[in-house]
């Protein structure tokens, strides 16, 4: 389905307002073309030649002064329920698309910068709003007005009104001209804008890397590079614009008024029949109305462009795949784990596990370590089901975790991540994410069982302490156990904490460590970890090598097998020691 159809279905969920408006100006169209007819009146029966008609001449004036007064009352309730329609319009479109974009897979995040998702939902959806605003407006307006006007002008004299109908195929010749090569531009255009909004929340997040490195030059070049091209086409785009514009019209005006002259000069010789001076004010003043509508019509056709190719970039996201977010609930699960010959792939056959196998039963700390690159993390991806496996199975108590839903699967899990994320608000609605089925007594418990009030408590406003985006004005360490005091709240079955403690200081670590008996009863947690000294009591720890279980067992047992992993801890512990 084309983007304009998709588009007019959205438009036909408020038909309503949309409607009503049309209406509105339809009746203000119309009172306002009886005003040349009323002028001819006066001209030609009141004004005749050595007599002035006073009174009838002043109930035509008070009758046009009427009509163009309400025709300015139709057109403001016109112009508010048009807005309340488009309003409500692109209110739906966001929703749409922001509702999808929560049900696209991570892998889609992972290859569009946030800066271009961004785009998407505002600098777009906001160019769609400009074509129910603007261009419908204009072009209902216009239509509805050049319809009134030409059948004035049939009234008036049907040869010359013939005549002028020549001027709607041109128009729609020219548009097609047009759109043909605006597309393009406004294709550019738009993407550009989407890259630029990219490379600033790039450069935002990234400042102090860009300025530690003293990389301001180099990014002050590449966003000009960016900003140069949208500028090329833009002005490419202007210079259609304005061969489209008033040059177009003015030249069709030109030589319909040409037209005109002639016509109605021949007439007045060749025939013994005169126009009368109020049938040629009246033919001037509707062909001055005709070709404003019509440059009304011609000037919004690169918005006209502009809000289809945003569309047309609303409707990529609306027709990725997602997953309908689902409200299923399942009880809470044992927590057994079990890897039947998993192998994954992020792209075509290049494998980063590789048939890997292992068992991970209730209340297990299972611990993976191994190299960059090793699997660690894909491990995680493929538990939480940010992914699926490429070939095998995963099951927790004996359900393969691809036939439950994403979100009822992860009901029951909690996460900590190396880096992790707050959200602007509290640190109570951090820990709680909003959830109601969390009281405030849970996150109190939830911070006091990883030790948070200790490194929290000199807060001035305790928990109820704001938290800007990403939580930038708090220390990694408290950043760390607010997610730790997140996940704990949510009471999860199994527990991963991918790199939980590796970007804090050593008495945050110590407390963290201290909770980590407690977090662990009845639940089976998994540990990532470069730290080998904070996994010394794990059940079982996994050696992974370039997606590979290489060694497996207790911490002891692999000290004593003189393996990858003794290597490993001899070389942590003799970098301890410098």
């Known amino acids: 389905m084309s983007t304009g159809k998709r588009l007019t279905q959205y438009a036909l969920y408020f038909k309503g307002p949309i409607f009503l408006g049309l209406f509105f100006l339809t009746i203000a169209v119309f009172t306002e073309l009886a005003g040349p007819f009323i002028a001819k009146n006066i001209i030609d029966n009141h004004m005749t030649i050595g007599s002035l008609e006073i009174k009838p001449i002043a109930w035509l004036l008070c009758l046009y002064f009427i009509l163009q007064m309400s025709s300015a009352i139709f057109r403001y309730f016109m112009y508010i329920y048009l807005q309340i329609s488009a309003n409500r319009i692109v209110q739906k479109l966001r929703k749409d698309v922001f509702g999808h974009i929560q049900t696209l897979p991570i892998q889609y995040f992972d290859h569009l910068p946030a800066g271009k998702i961004v785009a998407r939902v505002t600098n777009d959806t906001e160019a769609v709003r400009n074509l129910y605003v603007q261009v419908l407006s204009n072009f209902a307006t216009s239509l509805i007005s050049i319809i009134g006007v030409y059948i004035a002008l049939f009234i008036l004299n049907w040869k010359m009104a013939m005549i002028a109908l020549i001027m709607i195929p041109i128009i729609y010749a020219w548009m097609i001209l047009y759109r043909k090569y605006a597309s393009k531009y406004n294709d550019v255009i738009r ?3 989407a890259d630029i ?17 003293r990389r301001e030059k180099q990014m002050t070049t590449e966003f000009n590079e960016m900003n140069d091209e949208h500028y090329t086409y833009e002005r490419k785009l202007l210079v259609l614009d304005s061969a489209t514009s008033h040059n177009l019209v003015n030249t069709l005006r030109l030589i319909l008024f040409t037209i005109f002259i002639i016509y109605f000069g021949t007439q007045s010789i060749s025939t013994t029949e005169l126009v009368s001076a109020g049938t040629l004010y009246a033919f001037v003043d509707y062909l001055t109305r005709l070709f404003n509508p019509i440059t009304n019509v011609v000037n919004q056709f690169s918005q006209l462009e502009r809000s289809l190719v945003a569309g047309n970039r609303i409707f990529e996201v609306l027709d990725l795949n997602g997953e309908k977010v689902s409200d299923e609930k399942i009880q809470r699960y044992e927590g057994h784990v079990v890897f ?10 290049n494998y980063v596990l590789k048939n890997l196998s292992f068992e991970a039963k209730r209340g297990e700390t299972v611990a993976l370590v191994g190299h960059t690159g090793s699997g660690k993390s894909s491990i995680m991806n493929l538990l939480f089901r940010f992914y699926d496996p490429s070939k095998g199975k995963i099951f927790i108590d004996g359900v393969d975790i691809t036939s439950v839903s994403r979100q009822t699967m992860r009901d029951h899990m909690g996460i900590v991540l190396q880096d992790p994320y707050l959200f602007t608000g509290t640190i109570a609605t951090n820990v709680s994410l909003d959830d109601p089925k969390i009281t405030r007594k849970q996150v109190e418990d939830a911070l006091k069982a990883v030790g948070a009030d200790r490194v929290l408590g000199h807060l001035e406003n305790g928990i109820d302490e704001p938290v800007i985006e990403k939580g930038s004005t708090l220390s990694s360490g408290q950043r760390q156990l607010i997610s730790f005091a997140r996940a704990l709240a949510y009471d999860p079955a199994i527990l991963i904490l991918d790199e939980a403690t590796s970007n804090i200081d050593t008495e945050t670590e110590e407390i963290i460590q201290n909770a980590m008996d407690v977090l662990k009863r009845g639940r089976t947690t998994f540990i990532i970890a470069h730290r080998l000294s904070t996994i010394k009591s794990a059940d079982r720890i996994l050696v992974l090598e370039h997606g590979v279980i290489k060694e497996q067992g207790t911490h002891d047992e692999l000290l004593a097998h003189g393996g990858i992993y003794e290597q490993m801890y001899q070389m942590q512990a003799k970098s301890l020691q410098v």
């Open 197 to 213: 909004n990219a490379m600033i929340n790039e450069s935002i997040q990234g400042m102090s890397i860009i300025q530690a490195f």
């Open 340 to 349: 039947e010959n998993v192998s994954f792939a992020y792209k075509d056959n």
């Open 191 to 193: 993407t550009k804008i």
